[in-house]
């Protein structure tokens, strides 16, 4: 059957050096010396170590637990020893550190045990438990995004279609070409799988017509997959972007900031196809994936490699040039410089290319924009690449985003034709992580704040919850109190706390008038006479005895008065006479001395 095939806006056609490469089978890599396995696939899916230093693991075994919605787990890729779990440099542009789990093999590639999959009759009709065992299985995107697949396969939204990307458009690279060479049936046994669980109608394989020998193995295994169409794509870069390649393979555009799902389809790359039947039915992770070694090198071809495997051990197997430079990861239109040989290959790793000068020259000096307009023609998505150039560099990052600046896929044919050399893609790199940046602070203080106003709720809360158990308290307390018979004094103190110190006192005065001495009981009759006859002497006169007793004795009262008044008029009395007494001595003295003075002067 002929299809009808679309074209999209753009594109480049670069030299696409690949016959080196994809003229040999695939190898198996040798096991390294030590395995340096990221916990992290792409900069937001992440896993948390759920191994230690010192363990055991064995070939397949979960050593990192998905965190958060898009965090996949990673396995050992072979068995061994955890001998660390340490940061290590990523290969990303950045060139950051991320934590890794640092294995070195004992040599025997020991499996755990494994058991396919039946997602179709798992037993507990929960399409969640497909979902997570996708996410336990580590798979993720493996044409270079490494976007985790249990998202995209967990969309609300019913795909009609599902497209296998083997178009494979970068210059280079052959990874992809290979597999679909020598593992046709396995990928479109991976695409059965993704189809059903999407619910996909039909499945349109599209491969760029440089690769002859891969289309022929797909068609010849999709005979036997009857919803399977194998569709040759032109070779134009970059038809192996996911909207790229939706649009000339259905003729659906997909708009600014929409993605493939809200138009019935799903896209996912040949080598995520091929590690979903792996999972599902052999019951094996994703530990390996092929890589493509080429560039400035003796022997270019396609390796299978364990994901850890240091770059620097890879080299060895095709044996650089002396003339090689640097290397780059990925391909030469995506790619970026390596920033260290010691990275390891990790799930999104489909190439590494040794690069000269002779092969990939330095380019000449960035010269002033021209405004030609040459990188728009280019540009697959549609975008006006010198306004993203001149708002990225001016820093007026809300102007780049009001141009698109996300829907940028980074591909490159803009500084590709650039008359000016200006390295394009590295500005909008520049933007899109700085606004990241800013995101990521305005998220920390919004977290702060909301941390700030929780707590003040909380101590409202903690308050209103204290005054609460008071009065229910206090509630409680008058309710027994009344049932006691000492409902006056919880009825005149309404406080809780007042109330509560009142019981608290009539309870004591009651005990301590209901507590008789006891140490008298046994005394004879007449000590007992007498104690009685004490403390009725002791006992605090009533108010009518005191006026009795005034009445019956005013006069001694008023005596006794008034003589301690004449008692108190007679001591002032000898006080003042003994002053002045004082005085008139002191006075008769002065007057001596004078006279004496007087006398001796004559
Ligand atoms: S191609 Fe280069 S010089 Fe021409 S408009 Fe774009 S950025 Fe400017
Ligand atoms: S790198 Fe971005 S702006 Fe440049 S051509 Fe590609 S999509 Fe367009």
Same mark, same amino acid.
């Not at 075994?61 to 919605?69: L, T």
């Not at 697949?149 to 990307?165: D, E, F, M, P, Q």
């Not at 290979?178 to 396995?186: G, V």
């Not at 990521?440 to 700030?452: N, S």
């Given at each position: 059957m002929i299809?009808?095939?679309?074209?999209?806006?753009?594109?480049?056609?670069?030299?696409? +050096?690949?016959?080196?490469?994809?003229?040999?089978?695939?190898?198996?890599?040798?096991?390294?010396? %030590?395995?340096?396995? &990221?916990?992290?696939?792409?900069?937001?899916?992440?896993?948390?170590?759920?191994?230690?230093?010192?363990?055991?693991?064995?070939?397949?075994?979960?050593?990192?637990?998905?965190?958060?919605?898009?965090?996949?787990?990673?396995?050992?890729?072979?068995?061994? $020893?955890?001998?660390?779990?340490?940061?290590?440099?990523?290969?990303?542009?950045?060139?950051?550190?991320?934590?890794?789990?640092?294995?070195?093999?004992d040599g025997e590639d020991r499996w755990i045990e494994r058991k396919p999959f039946d997602y179709a009759n798992c037993g507990c009709g929960?399409? *969640?438990?497909?979902? !997570?065992?996708?996410?336990?299985?580590?798979?993720?995107?493996?044409?270079?995004?490494?976007?985790?697949?249990?998202?995209?396969?967990? $969309?609300?939204?019913?795909? +009609?279609? /599902?497209?296998? #990307?083997?178009?494979?458009?970068?210059? =280079?690279?052959?990874?992809? !070409?290979?597999?679909?060479?020598?593992?046709?049936?396995?990928?479109?046994?991976?695409?059965?799988?993704?189809?059903?669980?999407?619910?996909? *109608?039909?499945?349109?394989?599209?491969i760029e017509d440089n690769k002859p020998e891969a289309i022929a193995a797909m068609r010849e295994a999709a005979q036997k997959l009857p919803v399977a169409e194998v569709i040759v794509v032109p070779t134009l870069y970059p038809a192996g972007g996911e909207k790229q390649l939706i649009r000339v393979l259905t003729g659906i555009e997909i708009p600014h900031g929409k993605l493939g799902t809200e138009f019935g389809v799903q896209c996912f790359n040949v080598g995520?196809?091929?590690?979903? +039947?792996?999972?599902? !039915? /052999?019951?094996?992770? /994703?530990?390996?994936?092929?890589? $493509? /070694?080429?560039?400035?090198?003796?022997?270019?071809?396609? =390796?299978?490699?364990?994901?850890?495997?240091?770059?620097?051990?890879?080299?060895?197997?095709?044996?650089?040039?002396?003339?090689?430079?640097?290397?780059?990861?990925?391909?030469?239109?995506?790619?970026?410089?390596?920033?260290?040989?010691?990275? &390891?290959?990790?799930?999104?790793? #489909?190439?590494?290319?040794?690069?000269? *000068?002779?092969?990939?020259?330095?380019? &000449? &000096?960035? *010269?002033?924009?021209?405004?030609?307009?040459?990188?728009?023609?280019?540009?697959?998505? !549609?975008?006006q690449p010198f306004e993203l150039y001149w708002y990225a560099r001016s820093k007026n990052f809300g102007k780049a985003q009001e141009y698109h600046l996300f829907d940028c896929i980074e591909c490159g044919c803009c500084a590709y034709v650039c008359p000016s050399n200006i390295p394009l893609v590295d500005y909008y790199r520049f933007a899109k992580s700085e606004i990241w940046a800013r995101e990521?602070?305005?998220?920390?203080?919004?977290?702060?704040?909301? %941390?700030?106003e929780f707590r003040n709720y909380r101590q409202e809360r903690e308050k209103a919850e204290k005054a609460a158990r008071l009065a229910a308290k206090a509630a409680e307390t008058k309710a027994k109190l009344a049932a006691r018979g000492e409902g006056e004094t919880a009825k005149a103190e309404d406080d809780p706390k007042k109330a509560l110190i009142a019981a608290a006192l009539a309870r004591a005065k009651a005990q301590k008038e209901s507590v008789a001495p006891k140490n008298t009981d046994d005394l004879p009759p007449e000590v007992q006479a007498e104690i009685a006859e004490i403390d009725a002497r002791r006992k605090p006169l009533t108010g009518e005895e005191v006026a009795a007793q005034e009445a019956a004795e005013p006069s001694a009262r008023e005596a006794g008065e008034a003589a301690a008044h004449a008692r108190d008029e007679d001591t002032k009395k000898?006080?003042?006479?003994?002053?002045?007494?004082?005085?008139?001595?002191?006075?008769?003295?002065q007057a001596e001395r004078r006279e004496t003075a007087e006398r001796d002067d004559k």
């Open positions: 299809t009808k095939l679309f074209g999209f806006n753009g594109g480049v056609k670069p030299a696409t +050096h690949k016959d080196d490469s994809a003229r040999a089978p695939i190898i198996r890599a040798p096991l390294p010396a %030590r395995l340096i396995v &990221p916990l992290r696939h792409n900069t937001r899916a992440i896993a948390r170590p759920i191994v230690e230093i010192g363990q055991h693991v064995l070939k397949g075994e979960r050593i990192g637990g998905a965190e958060g919605v898009l965090g996949t787990a990673c396995h050992a890729p072979t068995s061994g $020893t955890v001998v660390d779990i340490a940061e290590h440099t990523m290969p990303h542009p950045s060139g950051l550190p991320t934590l890794c789990v640092y294995i070195e093999p929960d399409r *969640q438990a497909v979902l !997570d065992y996708l996410r336990d299985s580590g798979i993720v995107g493996m044409g270079g995004a490494a976007f985790p697949s249990h998202i995209k396969v967990g $969309t609300k939204r019913v795909a +009609h279609t /599902l497209v296998l #990307n083997g178009a494979e458009c970068e210059p =280079w690279i052959t990874s992809d !070409d290979r597999l679909m060479r020598e593992r046709a049936d396995s990928i479109l046994r991976g695409a059965e799988i993704l189809s059903d669980l999407l619910g996909a *109608q039909r499945i349109l394989v599209g995520t196809a091929e590690a979903v +039947h792996r999972a599902f !039915d /052999l019951g094996e992770p /994703l530990l390996s994936r092929v890589v $493509t /070694l080429t560039g400035n090198v003796e022997r270019p071809g396609n =390796w299978e490699v364990l994901v850890g495997t240091p770059i620097e051990n890879l080299l060895e197997l095709v044996g650089p040039r002396a003339d090689t430079d640097r290397y780059i990861l990925g391909g030469p239109m995506m790619g970026f410089a390596l920033p260290d040989l010691s990275v &390891p290959v990790v799930k999104g790793t #489909n190439c590494v290319i040794a690069a000269s *000068q002779a092969l990939f020259p330095y380019p &000449p &000096p960035e *010269q002033p924009c021209i405004r030609c307009g040459a990188c728009a023609e280019a540009c697959p998505a !549609d975008l990521r602070e305005h998220d920390a203080a919004d977290a702060a704040r909301e %941390r700030f000898a006080l003042i006479t003994a002053a002045i007494e004082r005085a008139k001595e002191q006075k008769a003295k």
